[in-house]
């Protein structure tokens, strides 16, 4: 069986063909702009993106292509990220081509790494599954509606998917082998930024007056190696004729900012310049995944669902990527 990576180049797509080449899994890369890491040189890379349905079509056919495991475009340029309509076009239409051209080639399997944007401010947590979707951003919005097509299409034409909604990634490969480029997503990037000196400046703490125990938002960060391996049993799942299935991939507990920051000044043995400033508009208190299904589904079992590890990783990253940088 053969497997293909959409948009294999990003965050998430770098660490998921690093979990199939670690497995030994037969997998090519489809990545816009054809570049990966050097720990990945030996991966067999398409340059392609999901516009042409007809094309795609014939490249899952020559490629004998299997199964897909579908990542977004989620590498915007800041310019773009408050346009609406770059996140309909990466996230929704390209899925849409991307489903419509793999049931035309007779692939059996897709997974889809959707995001825990779809929920919006749930009122509840931690976030089960059947949690109504209510997203309050263009991006949440995109990311349902795709869902919504993968899941009705693949029904219509006989095809196994599972759609895995993850919180916050974060941290790196282990090994050093790939981590997070470009610019930061989340608070943890951030933060080992700093604390290794690439950005000069303190971390800024948006708020610290919500009803949490230390008053600051709580998240859920989901190591991307962890993230990876859950699609990887996604697919398992699938190949032993496994339902369709939507899934949270998270960890079922949190930390805060301030957890955040200790753990970063636990890291390096010094503190980490921060200040307190206003609440962002929509941030919600509490972001915490309920993880019972994927573990009953997928017998799922992190191995990295620990705060100081993630923050160890990442920092360990960023200093590679700042030498990396300055030679």
């Known amino acids: 069986m053969t497997i293909a990576v959409t948009n294999a180049g990003g965050y998430p797509g770098t660490h998921m063909l690093l979990s199939l080449m670690d497995a030994g899994e037969d997998f090519i890369a489809l990545e816009p702009e054809a570049k990966l890491p050097p720990a ?8 392609t993106d999901l516009s042409d349905i007809a094309k795609l079509t014939r490249l899952f056919k020559a490629r004998s292509i299997d199964e897909i495991v579908h990542f977004t475009g989620e590498r915007l340029p800041k310019a773009q990220q408050s346009n609406p309509a770059t996140h309909y076009e990466e996230n929704t239409i390209a899925t849409y081509n991307l489903v419509k051209a793999a049931t035309a080639a007779g692939i ?3 997974v889809f ?13 931690p976030i089960r599954e059947e949690t109504p979707l209510d997203p309050i951003t263009p991006f949440g919005s995109s990311m349902s509606m795709a869902e919504r097509m993968v899941r009705d299409i693949a029904e219509a034409n006989g095809v196994g998917a599972a759609v895995l909604r993850y919180f916050n990634l974060a941290g790196a490969d282990p090994d050093g082998r790939a981590g997070e480029e470009g610019g930061p997503r989340h608070l943890i990037k951030i933060a080992a930024q700093i604390a290794v000196g690439t950005r000069r400046e303190k971390l800024q703490i948006f708020g610290n007056d919500y009803p949490t125990p230390d008053g600051t938002c709580i998240r859920d960060y989901v190591h991307v190696s962890d993230m990876a391996e859950a699609h990887l049993s996604a697919l398992e799942y699938l190949r032993h ?4 299935v939507t899934l949270n991939c998270g960890y079922g507990f949190g930390a805060s900012v301030l957890d955040v920051i200790s753990a970063v000044e636990q890291v390096t043995g010094q503190k980490l310049p921060s200040e307190i400033v206003s609440r962002r508009v ?5 972001l915490i995944a309920d993880n019972a299904e994927i573990r009953a589904v997928l017998d799922w079992v992190p191995r990295y ?23």
């Open 305 to 327: 669902d620990d705060l100081e590890y993630i923050v160890r990783s990442a920092i360990k990253w960023e200093s590679f990527v700042k030498q990396r940088d300055a030679a």
């Open 40 to 47: 990945l040189g030996s991966v067999d890379v398409v340059r």
């Open 113 to 125: 790494s959707s995001t825990a944007s779809v929920y919006g401010v749930p009122d509840r947590m």
């Open 108 to 110: 059996r399997r897709i």
């Open 241 to 244: 004729g496994g339902a369709s």
């Open 282 to 286: 929509g941030d919600p208190p509490l």
